[in-house]
Structures are given as structure tokens and as C-alpha cells.
């Protein structure tokens, strides 16, 4: 008598695991997400929760990238082995992760492509490009590396940590017309063209320049130059010229909040608000990134929820 193997039964998460999961992600939404997490805050519940489970997963991917405590290889062999357990969650594991387990669901009842997820972890993994393989921060002209020689290249970049999570997002949010997913993505480079502005002083001191080599030639300038903070004068006009190009990205805000659903509008215009006022306040310092961090205060980011929130209001 021949004997049939049969598959485990894929698993399906109770009502009361899948609170307890997408708790334990909004914790850390509202634990490390600054600036996201004031427009989860206008979401409808479901859809917060759901865009609280893609964060509590890229969080995690960035956080096994940037474990100094790991060798580069070792950092890569964990990112997979990480996407491997999402894969089997996703195709119905059982699993004790409560990240997995709530972004699974959020995956399926949001119709989101696996690839997308997959390029989130992609974007992440870029950043183990080095001339190094130790996980330390290096001082000041050692091991400094210029991780992208062209804009189109840093673009490419900015698209699998940026865009990609604008594709996930509308797809939270719903979104009628096909060419709000070409919005999304220019408004994906337009915040991590502000983030990376933002953070030239700490990215430079842990090794890493995401300013095109072409364009500190264009202004005389090396990687040494934002390590060891050289006059803001003499770097004001290459970040200037990023931010510029920001602005020119910011545009498709304008054009992408009347296309996701009314409910979403307000969180997606919170967003790009935080963002965008940001940017400004780089500007207004005359792009002394140096100095000290730019940041926007508590204050300034709850008003800005307040307006986000009365717009849902309306």
C-alpha cells in the first residue's frame, strides 16, 4: 500500500495573532518612522496597519544592513535568509515573527506584488557595497566610499528604497489611473533626495557619499571634503543643485494626492508636507547640513498633522 505525502496546511493566523502582530509593527512605526509615521496617523485603521507592517519590514531589512557587528557577507546572507522566511510566511508557514506575520496579511488583502517587496530588500542591499569588509565606521579619509559615479545611478538607488515603497503605499491607499505609479516613483526619489541631503554629515562618517562622484568633480570637491566638513560655502552649490532636483521631483505630489482614495489623500499630503517643508528648511539654512542636523521639531510636524487631519475631516 503506497502512502501519499500531504502538505501541511497553510497557516491562518486568528483575528487576536494578527492584532498582536500589527501592534507590535505600529510600535515600531512610531518608535523610528520621524517622519512617516505623522501620516500613518491619518490613515483609516486597516490601512495604517498595513503600511505599519511594510514599514516593521523595511525597518528590519535596514537594520540587518547597517549591524555593524556582522562582516558585509554576513549582512547579505542574513537579508536573505530573512527574505526567504517571508517567502515561506507568505506562501502560509506558520511563523512566530510578528513583522512576517502581519506583513503577509497585509500583503494578500492589499494585493501587493511580492516583487515590490523584494526590491525593498534590494535597496537596502545596495548599501553593502564597499571597499571594506569590516561593519565599523571609519574615520576621516579611510575607507570612504562614493557609492554611485553618475545622478542616474543614485537615482536607481533612491528607486528601490524610495519609489518602490511610494508603489507599496498607493497600492495601501488605493489609486485610480495607471500614471499615479510613475508619480509615486518620482515622489519616492524626491524624499530620499531629501533624507540623503539631510544626512551628508553622518552618511560621510560611517563611510558612505550618496553624492554622484560627477557632481563633486563639477564643483571641485572629493569625498574627503563632506568627511571632514570643509567650508559649507564651497559645498553649498553642489547640494543646492540636489535640492533643486528634489524640487523638480516634489512636483508630482500635486499631481498624485487627487488620484489615491479620498480616505488616503490626507496622509499621502501629510507626507509630502513633512518632507517638502524639510527640504525648505535646508534651503533656509543656506544647506549648512554641518553644523548640526536639520530636523523639524515636534511642533512644527504636529502642525502639520493637524492640517492633514482636518483635510480628512472636511
Not at 300 to 307: A, D, G, H, S, V
Request: aromatic residues 8%.
Amino acid at each position: 500500500m503506497s502512502t501519499v505525502l500531504q502538505q501541511p496546511p497553510a497557516m491562518v493566523p486568528t483575528a487576536s495573532q494578527l492584532a498582536v502582530a500589527y501592534s507590535v509593527c505600529q510600535g515600531i512605526a512610531r518608535q523610528t518612522a520621524k517622519n512617516f509615521y505623522y501620516g500613518f496617523l491619518v490613515l483609516p485603521r486597516p490601512k495604517r496597519e498595513a503600511i505599519c507592517a511594510v514599514y516593521a519590514f523595511m525597518r528590519r531589512c535596514d537594520d540587518i544592513t547597517d549591524d555593524p557587528s556582522h562582516s558585509l557577507r554576513e549582512r547579505r546572507i542574513r537579508l536573505a535568509t530573512w527574505l526567504d522566511e517571508f517567502y515561506r510566511v507568505q506562501a502560509g508557514g506558520a511563523t512566530d515573527d510578528a513583522v512576517l506575520l502581519a506583513l503577509a496579511d497585509a500583503q494578500r488583502r492589499y494585493n501587493i506584488p511580492v516583487t515590490l517587496l523584494e526590491q525593498l530588500a534590494q535597496g537596502t542591499e545596495m548599501d553593502l557595497v564597499s571597499n571594506r569588509e569590516s561593519g565599523t565606521p571609519v574615520p576621516a579619509l579611510v575607507g570612504v566610499t562614493v557609492q554611485y559615479a553618475k545622478f542616474d545611478d543614485l537615482c536607481l538607488y533612491c528607486y528601490r528604497v524610495a519609489s518602490v515603497v511610494g508603489l507599496v503605499c498607493i497600492r495601501i491607499f488605493g489609486y485610480r489611473e495607471a500614471k499615479a505609479e510613475g508619480l509615486a516613483e518620482r515622489l519616492g526619489i524626491a524624499f530620499q533626495l531629501t533624507n540623503i541631503l539631510r544626512d551628508v554629515k553622518e552618511d560621510a562618517g560611517l563611510g558612505r557619499v550618496y553624492l554622484p562622484e560627477e557632481d563633486l568633480q563639477q564643483f571641485g570637491l572629493s569625498a574627503a571634503d563632506l568627511v571632514q566638513g570643509a567650508d559649507p560655502a564651497r559645498i553649498r552649490p553642489l547640494l543646492e543643485l540636489e535640492a533643486d532636483r528634489a524640487q523638480d521631483f516634489y512636483r508630482a505630489g500635486d499631481e498624485l494626492v487627487p488620484l489615491v482614495d479620498e480616505d488616503s489623500q490626507p496622509a499621502l499630503w501629510t507626507l509630502i508636507t513633512i518632507y517638502h517643508t524639510l527640504l525648505e528648511k535646508i534651503a533656509r539654512r543656506n544647506y549648512d547640513v554641518f553644523t548640526e542636523r536639520v530636523a523639524l521639531g515636534r511642533l512644527e510636524k504636529l502642525t502639520i498633522l493637524t492640517k492633514g487631519l482636518l483635510k480628512r475631516l472636511a
